[in-house]
């Protein structure tokens, strides 16, 4: 057991210097000017994903090495086993993350061009915002739910901007339907309708004009707001009474916010 201990942190120890000195090197051709910081801040992900798959690889040789020993207590050999299967665990997530990392910045640097020369799509942009609205979603949930705290209103407003960027990402698409005439009447209502509820639901001021015609509410719409805010307002069939019934004659509506006369 000490002898495959011993050689597992050898080999650990091994990983952990070859790591340390490319990570000189590659600090030195930064401070050096040899890299630009892009350069360098890729170049350092792609290092720690290699170490932490190599890592990785130890970790799972000496997982291997564990089943196969030859022990007559089976208590220490599984408990040796479950050690080694923990630290493979690990080392997985490690190597996972590391991995992500590197991919999220590759993602970044493509994305970051197609911006540069205007090549991205619509949909590429919606599905970039919704890939960095989860992950922080899910950061925030995890570190939330480590310290016993309550997820409630994280997970509201997780779901209310998932929402926004969809109702966003409609009137992008509605946009360049409309500027090009492929849109009907019935979908511009539609689209004002959806924002309207959108407005309401998430109890936000309503969109002020902006340069995208889609996104400016129509007069119409605005004014069905106001009406669904305004109290309900008694009816203009007012009539003088009289022991005998009522009266047909023209008199002054008693609702103050009215100034013609009802018959």
């Known amino acids: 057991m000490k002898s495959l201990e011993a050689l597992?942190?050898?080999d650990l120890q091994n990983?952990?210097?070859t790591y340390n000195d490319s990570?000189?090197?590659l600090n030195s051709a930064q401070s050096t000017g040899k890299l630009t910081k892009q350069q360098y801040e890729?170049?350092?992900l792609e290092l720690n994903k290699q170490n932490a798959d190599?890592?990785?690889k130890i970790e799972q040789s000496y997982y291997s090495d564990a089943q196969s020993m030859a022990l007559t207590d089976a208590n220490t050999k599984e408990d040796i086993v479950r050690k080694s299967n923990q630290r493979v665990i690990n080392a997985e997530k490690e190597a996972n993350v590391t991995r992500a990392a590197l991919q999220t910045q590759l993602n970044?640097?493509?994305k970051s061009f197609k911006d540069q020369f205007k090549l991205t799509t619509v949909d590429e942009d919606y599905a970039m915002q919704l890939k960095v609205l989860e992950a922080s979603y899910q950061a925030r949930k995890e570190m939330a739910e480590k310290n016993?705290?309550?997820t409630t209103e994280l997970d509201k407003a997780y779901y209310r901007a998932k929402e926004q960027l969809e109702s966003e990402y409609q009137q992008r698409i509605l946009a360049i339907r409309n500027q090009y005439g492929l849109t009907t009447q019935q979908e511009r209502h539609n689209a004002e309708l959806e924002q309207l509820k959108l407005a309401r639901d998430q109890a936000l001021p309503l969109r002020k004009s902006t340069n995208r015609p889609s996104r400016t509410l129509s007069e119409t719409?605005?004014?069905t707001v106001r009406l669904l805010r305004e109290p309900v307002l008694r009816s203009h069939s007012v009539f003088a009474t009289s022991r005998n019934g009522p009266d047909r004659r023209q008199v002054r509506c008693r609702n103050r916010s009215c100034q013609r006369r009802c018959r």
Do not use: P
Request: charged letters at 40%; a positive charge; zero cysteines.
């Open 23 to 25: 990570l000189a090197a």
């Open 15 to 17: 990983q952990q210097k």
């Open 108 to 110: 970044e640097l493509i």
């Open 8 to 10: 597992r942190e050898e």
């Open 42 to 44: 890729m170049m350092l």
């Open 221 to 223: 719409a605005k004014k």
């Open 54 to 56: 190599a890592r990785l």
């Open 148 to 150: 016993n705290l309550d």
